[in-house]
Structure formats: structure tokens, C-alpha cells
């Protein structure tokens, strides 16, 4: 008997056993065997992170080596000023210091008592000549031997101002003539002695220097020549300005002579160091000499 036909007679038999009633349950019939085990299923879905455990107890104290030293931290503000500390010890005695520049001329003192009478002389004659500007002269210098100097020829209380020739000699042929004297024998001259006192100012620069100087020219006419060495009467050394006012004045010792009917010419000049600028020495210019009779 197929199979199909069993199961159609149980069919029957079961239908007929039941009536109408087609929900009627027959006997359980005995457990089947267990079926394999199917396959696992899909790993579900990642359930919610839970809450932070309590804090586990300290661990044991470690034995690392120390680790390096950290950088230097940023300076700190300024701090408040202490105060003022005890007087120290008082230091050594520093070097003296150089020599500081001549200040100007003081005014003159006044005149003082006439002296005792001297003691009569050797039988040498001797006598003074003077010379004055009478009214404010000027003198300037040069920038090179080839340019000509401006001088000032003072007489007794009469001046002019002349140019000193490229061979140093002076012509008052165009005048003042009578701005030298004449030596009526002849003489040595002993002593030369200069003054000036400025009128206007002069300012020099670092560096420079201008100096105020005095001669004798002598002349049997009017084209004169300088006799002796020049008389350094001042050196002014920059940086200064020479005030108007400035008194300054010198004397040497000299030995001139000089022949019977000569003419005198007492001569300011002024030179510098400077290649480049011109200085203009204006004032009052006086002079005077001592000399000797044969």
C-alpha cells in the first residue's frame, strides 16, 4: 500500500470517529526525536554603557626615576625697592685732573702807589716809545700763504688797516702816512709790549685755533718791513666764543736795533690753523717799547 493511500484511510477514520465535529483532538501520538540544532542567530545589538564603577583603592608607592627638570618658569614682576642701605667706607682719592683752559682776562686793577724813587742809573740812556689804535681796528687771517693777510698799523693814537703783501711788506703810500714815527737816533729796542681788548665776538669751532700777535716794520719810506719776531699776545682754542670785552696782553725781552731815521710801524696780525674759514679779530690795539741810546 502507498503511502498516500495510509494516510488517506486515517483520514477517513478520523473523520468518521469525529462526526460534524471536525475540531475533534485525537490521542497524542508519541514525541518525535529532537531535531538538529539550528544555526546560532546574529550577535544582537551593543546594550547601553554602564554607570562609572567606585573608585579602586590607592596603589602601592612606585620606584620610577625622577623625571627631568621642567623648563624655568617666566620672571617675576619687580619687586618693591628696599631700602636705602648703611653709608659705605669713603673711597680712594681719584687722580687730579688735567689742567683746565685759561679763563678770560680780569678786568685791570686800579693804579697803584707811585714807588720810591730808583737808583741813578749806569749812565745808559733809555726811553719808551707808545702806540694806540684810537678807535677799533681789525685784523684777519688767511687761508694760504698765497692769499694776502689783513693787518692793523697803529701810530700814536691813529690807525689803519693794511694788506700785507705777498712778500710780507707794507705800503702806506695811499695813507695814513703819518701813522708811523720816525727814530730820531739810533736805538736798541729793549721790551715790546701788546694789548687788545675785543669789540666783537668770535666764535671758533673744536679744533681751531686763532692767534693775536704783535710786530715792529720799520722803513726809510713808505714800503715797511717786520724787524724782530712776532710777540704772541693771545691763542684762542675752539670751542670757545671770545666775548666782547676780552682783555688780553703779553711783553718780551728783545734785542732790535734799529737805525737813525727809520720809521715804526706797530703791526696786529692774526693766523690760524684753519684751512677753510676766515677769522675777523676786532678791537682796541695798543703797544709800547723800551730801548737803549748808544
Known amino acids: ?66 623625571g627631568p627638570i621642567g623648563p624655568i618658569g617666566p620672571v617675576g614682576g619687580l619687586g618693591l625697592i628696599g631700602p636705602i642701605g648703611p653709608v659705605g667706607p669713603i673711597g680712594l682719592v681719584g687722580p687730579v685732573g688735567s689742567v683746565g683752559s685759561v679763563g678770560p682776562a680780569g678786568p685791570v686793577g686800579p693804579v697803584g702807589v707811585v714807588g720810591p724813587v730808583g737808583p741813578v742809573g749806569s749812565g745808559i740812556a733809555s726811553a719808551l716809545f707808545k702806540f694806540s689804535s684810537g ?25 689803519s688797516e693794511n694788506t700785507l703783501s705777498g712778500g710780507g711788506t707794507i705800503d702806506i703810500t695811499n695813507g695814513p702816512a703819518d701813522v708811523a714815527g720816525v727814530v730820531a737816533a739810533p736805538i736798541t729796542v729793549a721790551t715790546i709790549s701788546a694789548t687788545f681788548s675785543t669789540t666783537t665776538a668770535l666764535i671758533i669751532a673744536a679744533g681751531t685755533t686763532v692767534t693775536l700777535q704783535a710786530q715792529l716794520y720799520t722803513s726809510a719810506n713808505n714800503v715797511f718791513s717786520a724787524v724782530g719776531s712776532p710777540l704772541t699776545i693771545a691763542t684762542f682754542t675752539g670751542p670757545t666764543t671770545v666775548l666782547p670785552g676780552t682783555f688780553v696782553q703779553a711783553s718780551a725781552a728783545v734785542a732790535i736795533p734799529i737805525p737813525a731815521n727809520q720809521r715804526l710801524l706797530f703791526v696786529f696780525s692774526a693766523i690760524t690753523n684753519s684751512v677753510t674759514q676766515v677769522f675777523s679779530v676786532t678791537g682796541y690795539a695798543s703797544g709800547g717799547i723800551s730801548f737803549t741810546l748808544p
Request: aromatic content about 6%; hydrophobic content about 30%.
Open 135 to 159: 678807535n677799533p681796528v681789525t685784523t684777519s687771517t688767511v687761508l694760504s700763504p698765497s692769499v694776502l693777510a689783513e693787518v692793523a698799523s697803529i701810530g700814536d693814537g691813529i690807525s
Open 1 to 66: 500500500m502507498s503511502f498516500d493511500a495510509v494516510r488517506l484511510s486515517e483520514l477517513r477514520q478520523w473523520l468518521s470517529g469525529c462526526g460534524d465535529n471536525y475540531w475533534c483532538k485525537g490521542q497524542r501520538g508519541k514525541r518525535g526525536h529532537r531535531g538538529c540544532r539550528g544555526p546560532v542567530g546574529p550577535v544582537g545589538p551593543v546594550g547601553a554603557e554602564g554607570s562609572v564603577g567606585p573608585v579602586g583603592p590607592v596603589g602601592a608607592t612606585g620606584f620610577g626615576l625622577p
